[in-house]
């Protein structure tokens, strides 16, 4: 059995009912969740977790699954350390509520979409991202000069274009056969189900990604260059951080 992610069909879900299906030193495993796990170069979600008796853990952070026998959509859920100790008094099969830090989550989804339109505008091929709630930061394998003042003012126009984000998929076959659709070299594309998921923003960019995002550009709103810096002879690192 694999977690339902409900969070890949849906990224404004805030809450969802579950059952335990594993309890682990730190954490639960949940029949299904809209934590969404560190991965993809996006952080993994925080919040809490509600028992039927009205106990509260602390969601510290998502990661992915690191049990034996694994899918890729199987979601541990970390308890915060201080209240560890409760999780031997959880027992398979009990119904919980699960909600997430909705306030840091849609910083993610709006970074991780400012972060597609870097792509868009800077046609590079990317070496390296990480979303969290305070920064995009990404790595791009070129060597030519770039101007913070043109980044933004794309990256301005871009958002006031309230492009629609949507999801469609690609099979694993018709992926190999459009290499250039993988922008970003150290995340592999969530290939495994047979089909890729694709992130398309309308006129803008199409890319395989298994992270969050919002359902328009308008939603990003205010995002600028933050730093920028010279990473390695052949990278310069561009961090994007929101008004
Ligand atoms: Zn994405």
Redesign the pocket.
């Known amino acids: 059995m694999t977690t339902e992610a409900l969070f890949r069909r849906d990224a404004y879900l805030t809450s969802c009912d579950a059952h335990v299906r594993e309890i682990t030193d730190t954490g639960v495993l949940l029949d299904r969740t809209v934590f969404y796990p560190l991965g993809?170069g996006q952080a993994g979600d925080s919040g809490w977790l509600t028992l039927g008796d009205g106990v509260r853990l602390r969601i510290a952070d998502a990661r992915k699954s690191p049990l034996d026998g694994a899918s890729p959509d199987d979601v541990l859920h970390l308890i915060a350390e201080e209240q560890r100790d409760q999780l031997a008094g959880l027992r398979a099969g009990q119904p919980v509520h699960v909600e997430i830090d909705w306030e840091r989550r849609l910083r993610h989804m709006r970074l991780?979409?400012a972060?597609?339109l870097m792509c868009a505008i800077l046609p590079y091929p990317v070496d390296g991202c990480s979303i969290t709630a305070d920064y995009a930061r990404l790595d791009f394998v070129t060597t030519e000069p770039l101007s913070r003042e043109d980044i933004d003012a794309r990256l301005a126009e871009l958002v006031a274009k309230a492009s629609d984000v949507t999801i469609d998929s690609i099979s694993n076959e018709a992926l190999a056969a459009n290499p250039e659709l993988v922008r970003t070299m150290s995340v592999k594309p969530p290939i495994g189900f047979g089909q890729v998921r694709l992130?398309r923003i309308e006129g803008i960019d199409l890319?395989p990604?298994g992270?969050t995002?919002v359902a328009n550009t308008a939603e990003i709103g205010g995002v600028r260059v933050s730093k920028m810096e010279k990473k390695t002879a052949r990278t310069r690192r561009v961090v994007l951080a929101l008004d």
């Open positions: 993809g991780h979409t972060s597609h992130v890319q990604c992270g995002h």
